[in-house]
């Protein structure tokens, strides 16, 4: 048997998620849940909650200054999370202490 056209497992399950109009959905559940390996240890020990409004990230912080650092670097890490998506699936991130 010959092989006309092969995928990757992962590129079809994309490609499915992406005709259901689920995909951006399975990416904002994974930013989420990577939370911590955005911001790192520290800054996610003092995060209340994460979630989705549209696609703004709304992040709930039990600390003032790690919010103000988190402010600071705010732009970078919208950069960062869009670019593990390789989509601009983050306009903004609201912070909240």
């Given at each position: 048997m010959e092989?006309?056209?092969t995928e990757r497992l992962g590129d079809m399950i994309d490609s499915w998620?992406?005709?259901q109009g689920k995909h951006s959905n399975m990416l904002k559940a994974h930013v989420v849940n990577r939370?911590?390996?955005f911001v790192g240890k520290?800054?996610?020990r003092y995060t209340e909650s994460v979630h989705f409004v549209s696609n703004e990230l709304h992040v709930k912080l039990r600390s003032a200054v790690v919010k103000r650092e988190l402010e600071?670097?705010?732009t970078p890490l919208i950069e960062k999370i869009n670019k593990e998506a390789r989509c601009e699936l983050v306009t903004n991130?609201?912070?909240t202490a």
């Open positions: 092989r006309r056209k998620l992406m005709k939370w911590e390996d520290p800054a996610a600071i670097i705010k991130i609201f912070f």
